[in-house]
């Protein structure tokens, strides 16, 4: 059976389950769940107190296009209840929320380079809060870096360590702004992340940040 060893913490979880999560978590949220034990069972149970919470709200007028509708897609019929994480681990990189939204697994992502051999896909921007994939060569690491805002890392692939530890397929990191990091890709193959920013990055030297609004990070 996989072994996720960093799950979600108990607050963001409940956040989730409200609905009271910053749009920009919810599809990595969604993504962890859906490979990790753990954190599915915990969600259950938030989401079975949370569930008359929910039922007194009404519901926001949603626009075509939005991640908020992206999102009611898929929930439709693919609630955290209906995921079966065993059927979705031998299919493919990305678990079922994320191919859902990318349409398609790894083959569908139209990567583009930001150099060191790394690339990343933007999956959905507003503002300064963003969600992307990335992909960092085995031995290549992130240019240190602290956080506007919270970050939420998934490992879909391969595994990479920083300064808090090693994050593996199904690990999630949950960074501050009080974080400050220097992640690098572990092992052969290259790992492969979704990563959710409610801010822009905040680089430490000159070069990324010069960088920085072409990447759009
Ligand atoms: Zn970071």
């Known amino acids: 059976m996989h072994e996720v060893n960093h799950t979600l913490p108990d607050q963001i979880l409940m956040a989730y389950s409200t609905g009271m999560l910053p749009q920009s978590f919810d599809l990595v949220v969604a993504t962890h769940v859906s490979i990790c034990d753990d954190s599915r069972a915990r969600l259950e149970s938030f989401d079975a107190i949370g569930g008359a919470v929910l039922e007194q709200s009404a519901p926001a007028e949603m626009a ?21 994480p065993r059927s979705i681990l031998g299919e493919g990189v990305f678990p079922e929320p994320l191919q859902t939204v990318v349409g398609g697994d790894l083959d569908a992502v ?15 921007r507003a503002g300064e809060s963003s969600v992307r994939l990335l992909q960092i060569p085995g031995g290549v690491g992130m240019p240190e870096h602290s956080h506007g805002g919270t970050e939420m890392t998934l490992v879909l692939q391969g595994a990479y360590r920083d300064e808090v530890g090693r994050f593996a397929r199904g690990d999630v990191e949950v960074g501050d702004s009080g974080l400050m990091h ?22 430490t030297t000159l070069l990324p940040k010069l960088a920085q609004p072409f990447l759009g990070i």
């Not at 009611?72 to 079966?84: D, I, M, R």
Request: charged share 20%; net charge negative.
């Open 64 to 84: 075509e296009g939005s991640l908020d509708h992206m999102l009611s897609v898929l929930s439709q019929g693919n609630g955290s209840e209906a995921v079966s």
């Open 182 to 203: 220097t992640p690098v890709a572990e092992g052969d193959e290259p790992c492969i992340c979704l990563v959710a920013n409610e801010a822009r990055l905040k680089f």
């Open 110 to 124: 139209e990567w583009r380079g930001i150099g060191m051999g790394c690339k990343q896909a933007v999956v959905y």
